[in-house]
């Protein structure tokens, strides 16, 4: 089993280098609210010359079609990560990837996430509290799930132990202090989950 990584909230050169050098699958850029936020321009230039095959990730909460627009045109993502709900009123085009977020409070019908991934997380985005491990494993049975929500170098092993995801987020957990990414902990959390994908490998 092997586990696709997001890492999640970058906002500089030095921490997409740190992702893409300890062997993330995707990167994630905020244009919500947040201490993480970047512009599209800013997303864009910090993505210059990545390689094609790490997928770069909008994380939107909430917007409106011309804030998706403004980020499908300037920024260029290859998916649009946003609440499950919000995706019928934005016009997104097919070439654009989605990774619909479902939380604790409000779950996917029978079947979301058959040929897509969904992302899981705690009620609250970005505050670094675990999502519903139980019922995230219950969800892992049958969607191609990405588990966020306190993820940490130290417990994203026992996490894959027991949600067995499709794929983990990470953003808060790897910082030394919010909204700053520490190389060291990307590196150690990648480390982690290769380290689980072993212990249960199937």
């Not at 092993?157 to 700053?180: L, M, T």
């Amino acid at each position: 089993m092997r586990v696709f990584v997001k890492i999640c909230g970058l906002s500089t050169p030095r921490a997409v280098a740190a992702a893409v050098d300890a062997g993330a699958d995707a990167v994630g850029f905020v244009f919500a609210e947040s201490p993480r936020r970047v512009t599209p321009e800013r997303a864009r230039e910090l993505c210059d010359g990545l390689s094609p095959v790490i997928v770069r990730v909008a994380v939107m909460r909430h917007p409106a079609a011309a804030e998706w627009q403004a980020v499908a045109g300037g920024f260029a993502p290859d998916w649009l990560q946003a609440d499950a709900d919000d995706f019928a009123a934005l016009g997104v085009a097919d070439r654009f990837g989605r990774l619909p977020v479902y939380r604790d409070t409000r779950l996917p019908d029978d079947d979301a996430g058959a040929d897509e991934p969904l992302l899981f997380e705690a009620a609250e985005s970005g505050q670094g509290k675990l999502a519903d491990w139980s019922r995230a494993a219950v969800l892992a049975r049958r969607c191609k799930l990405v588990l966020a929500g306190g993820l940490t170098p130290e417990n994203v092993g026992d996490a894959i132990g027991v949600v067995r995801p499709w794929g983990v987020d990470v953003s808060s957990g790897v910082e030394s202090k919010r909204g700053v990414k520490d190389a060291g902990r990307i590196a150690a959390f990648i480390q982690a989950v290769r380290e689980a994908e072993l212990a249960h490998a199937d």
